[in-house]
């Protein structure tokens, strides 16, 4: 059975820093490209980042510079780590993985960014 389970998501000052995480089991982690999306109330869900299997990123230009996302195929594990956090990064965070083989996504977590 696949499952995605996030986790690291909480309330923080702007200005802050968070880590999200995502533990993959039930497929080959190391043969998909992980990505995290976020979805924001009353808003569609939007791309944040993705890492390839060889280690290649990419960004939404909203999160560039202040977010990275890194995984570890041997932990089975995607992590974002969030900084320099803007109350317009409030949202619900999701990871995915995708592949020929499969897409999957996780049940997410939030993060609100607040005074």
């Known amino acids: 059975q696949v499952r995605l389970v996030e986790s690291g998501g909480g309330l923080v000052q702007p200005g802050g820093s968070l880590r999200l995480s995502c533990a993959g089991s039930?497929?080959?982690?190391?043969?998909?490209?992980m990505k995290w999306y976020r979805q924001a109330p009353g808003k569609q869900r939007e791309f944040v980042a993705q890492?390839?299997?060889?280690?290649?990123?990419s960004y939404a230009d909203s999160v560039k510079g202040r977010f990275t996302i890194f995984r570890d195929n041997a932990k089975n594990t995607v992590y974002l780590q969030m900084n320099s956090l803007k109350p317009e990064d409030t949202a619900v965070y999701y990871c995915?993985?995708?592949?020929?083989?499969?897409?999957?996504w996780g049940q997410g977590t939030q993060v609100t960014v607040s005074t």
């Open positions: 890492i390839f299997s060889g280690g290649t990123t």
């Open positions: 995915r993985a995708q592949s020929l083989m499969g897409d999957y």
């Open positions: 039930g497929f080959t982690f190391s043969n998909y490209v």
